[in-house]
């Protein structure tokens, strides 16, 4: 089904949950920007918040997260006293402005820390904030997920849990640092199920050390029959020299391109043929769930969590290495725990870095958007031959084709959607004007 391209699968390009992307992000950009972005919402803005909880009770060797080990109760403790102050903080400075429809929680594992404290920290956030039944979603390592976790999570009236599952191969679970045998995610799923909680997402892996064509075949079994209502796809990225966990992992057994390539494919034609509707390059979702409803009206947008329907302008990042996305700005927090508590204890903002967005950068990230969630873009007739000539490549190799002044990538060349976007980054595409865009 997918035309498979060496060349360009081994050009390296950002996964454009941002754009700018975080690795153009300065530390020019810092708290003063982030203040004065807080002080341009406004009552009516739609406002969508995350809150990072960088902690895990076993840290998987695979993980590229900014996450570490939760045993020092006490370090816990203090962090998550700073981010209900930073909470507190940043719903000061709004003024009871913005109105928040979507909580996510993330990390790390936010079931790292006691579920009382979950609950605190919710408590904290829709008392300062105007949230009226917002929807809730957290992130959970199925691990430290028991029948205590699943109770608090309907009480909290939690809307969409994602589980963590990766791959129910036993050797690969071996070779990656996380065993937890398909028996228990079964027990997580019905304990989530029993209370109501049906929004399920599970996050698998392909490209893992030891996987074999077979071992993700039976993964994608087990993941049908348990019937999840949204799944992600992801490839692993192997970088140990960025994320000395990684180093963990032994590089010889991991698959080689051609078969990363015929795994994802492989991936994509069970989900698809078992009635999820894909969702950009790596997402899936039963026809009934919000995501396919965004998909098939066009309204699907990304985000730092991937692919949403989530179309809220603003989106407030809370905790260390969390980022916060305005209309004209990008900020980061503070990535190291330590120094995020000393600037949020002093009272202060803990932005680290970020980026102003100009409206020509806005321009280019609007059609990267289109072109990962819709497939396609419109180019301006004026820059229709700059456009083409960027695309000739992909365009003799059928990855795309042109619609009028659409360009549209093909069925067949979805694997090569971010490098198609990517002709549009500033910093490493070759369209360097966009005015007509």
């Known amino acids: 089904m997918w ?30 920007d982030h ?25 998987c060797w695979y ?3 900014n996450t570490g080990a939760a045993g020092r109760k006490q370090r816990l403790a203090d962090y998550l006293a700073a981010l209900r102050a930073e909470v507190a903080l940043v719903a000061k400075r709004l003024g009871g402005r913005g109105r928040v429809q979507r909580i996510a929680f993330g990390g790390g594992s936010p079931n790292a820390i006691a579920p009382v404290e979950l609950v605190r920290l919710l408590d904290r956030i829709l008392t300062v904030f105007d949230c009226h039944r917002p929807e809730i979603s957290i992130e959970l390592d199925p691990r430290g997920l028991d029948a205590e ?36 995610i079964e027990r997580v799923v019905a304990a989530l199920r029993l209370r109501d909680i049906d929004a399920i997402n599970f996050d698998l892996m392909y490209g893992l050390p030891g996987q074999r064509l077979e071992d993700l075949d039976a993964t994608l079994d087990e993941t049908i029959r348990l019937a999840p209502s949204r799944i992600a796809l992801f490839g692993y990225a192997h970088l140990p020299d960025m994320i000395p966990r990684q180093r963990q ?10 078969l990363r390539f015929d795994q994802a494919e492989l991936g994509y034609r069970r989900l698809t043929a078992a009635g999820y509707h894909p969702v950009g390059f790596d997402h899936f979702a039963r026809g009934d769930d919000p995501l396919a409803v965004a998909a098939r009206e066009g309204r699907v947008s990304r985000n730092f969590q991937g692919f949403t329907e989530d179309m809220a302008p603003v989106l407030l990042g809370f905790g260390a290495s969390a980022i916060s996305r305005f209309p004209d700005l990008l900020v980061q927090n503070e990535k190291r725990p330590g120094p995020y508590r000393d ?55 059928g990855i795309v084709e042109w619609a009028g002044n659409d360009l549209v990538i093909r069925d067949d060349g979805l694997p090569y959607a971010r490098h198609v976007a990517a002709q549009f980054d500033s910093a490493r595409g070759p369209i360097r004007s966009v005015d007509a865009l």
Request: proline fraction near 6%.
């Open 343 to 397: 600037m949020v204890g002093g009272g202060r903002l803990a932005t680290a870095r970020g980026i102003a967005v100009t409206d020509a950068e806005r321009l280019r990230g609007a059609h990267i958007c289109d072109l990962l969630c819709r497939g396609r873009t419109s180019v301006g007739p004026a820059l229709q031959s700059a456009v083409r000539a960027a695309m000739a490549d992909y365009e003799r190799y």
């Open 149 to 184: 976790w699943a109770l608090v999570l309907a009480a909290a009236r939690v809307t969409r849990v994602s589980l963590g599952v990766q791959t129910f191969a036993p050797h690969v679970q071996q070779a990656i640092g996380r065993i937890q045998p398909l028996s228990h």
């Open 63 to 65: 993980c590229g997260c």
């Open 35 to 59: 203040a004065q972005a807080l002080d341009r919402v406004t009552a009516a803005t739609p406002i969508s918040l995350y809150v990072h909880i960088p902690f895990c009770e076993q840290i």
């Open 249 to 258: 992992i032994d590089g010889v057994m991991l698959p080689d391109q051609r």
């Open 3 to 32: 035309s498979y391209y060496p060349d360009l699968l081994a050009r390296p390009v950002p996964r454009y949950t941002s754009y700018p992307t975080a690795m153009e992000f300065t530390g020019e950009v810092g708290a003063d």
